[in-house]
T-cell receptor, first 110, second 114 residues
Framework: SQTIHQWPATLVQPVGSPLSLECTVE??????LYWYRQAAGRGLQLLFY??????ISSEVPQNLSASRPQDRQFILSSKKLLLSDSGFYLC?????????FGPGTRLTVT | GENVEQHPSTLSVQEGDSAVIKCTYS??????FPWYKQELGKRPQLIID?????GEKKDQRIAVTLNKTAKHFSLHITETQPEDSAVYFC?????????????FGSGTRLLVRP
């Protein structure tokens, strides 16, 4: 069966520091991968998605970037964090329509 | 692009009553409509979905209906239980390609009173 991992689970970073969040999927090949952000008490905002290695589509222009160096690895990065980057970051995978979420990373920018 | 609106934002029902959450979408090309349940501090979990060639789907106490003409779909929970308390999100997939990306509604906080 498929499993999706995210790390770290929680992160506290100062404003202006870099960011790297990692997501990996097991048990499937060539999945579609997605990054979402959820602000406290809010909905799910699609940030990036990828249909294959090296293929990244951005949904919202912002302070973040994404990369997919391997088939089952998806990375979310920032060079300099802003206070507004705080939130719950969720990675998801799909093979066809159904999307399944990872456990998330709770990021607090101080 | 696709826009999904969800109502109500909060819903409080007595245990055993039914709950209905409604969503509308804007892109007539959207063809897949999932519903997710998110408990506090947890990841969203897929609970039911429907494709555009189906009008209704049921799974035990939950059901989803789709009206393509009116571009709206609804989640129905019958015989609600306290463990149904959570935030529910609807979504629509406007993909005309292989991305299968989802656009989510703003969520409904459901409280089931014992």
């Amino acid at each position: 069966s498929q499993t999706i991992h995210q790390w770290p689970a929680t992160l506290v970073q100062p404003v202006g520091s870099p960011l790297s969040l990692e997501c990996t999927v097991e048990g499937t090949s060539n999945p579609n991968l997605y990054w979402y952000r959820q602000a406290a008490g809010r909905g799910l905002q699609l940030l990036f998605y990828s249909v294959g290695i090296g293929q990244i589509s951005s949904e919202v222009p912002q302070n973040l970037s994404a990369s997919r160096p391997q088939d089952r690895q998806f990375i979310l990065s920032s060079k300099k964090l802003l206070l507004s980057d705080s939130g719950f970051y969720l990675c998801a995978w799909s093979f066809n329509y159904e999307q399944y979420f990872g456990p998330g990373t709770r990021l607090t920018v101080t | 692009g696709e826009n999904v609106e969800q109502h109500p934002s909060t819903l409080s029902v007595q245990e055993g009553d039914s709950a209905v959450i409604k969503c509308t979408y804007s892109d007539s090309a959207s063809n897949y409509f999932p519903w997710y349940k998110q408990e506090l501090g947890k990841r969203p979990q897929l609970i039911i979905d429907i494709r555009s060639n189906v009008g209704e789907k049921k799974d035990q106490r939950i059901a989803v209906t789709l009206n393509k003409t009116a571009k709206h779909f609804s989640l129905h929970i019958t015989e609600t239980q306290p463990e149904d308390s959570a935030v529910y999100f609807c979504a629509a997939s406007p993909s005309r390609d292989s991305s299968y990306k989802l656009i989510f509604g703003s969520g409904t906080r459901l409280l089931v009173r014992p």
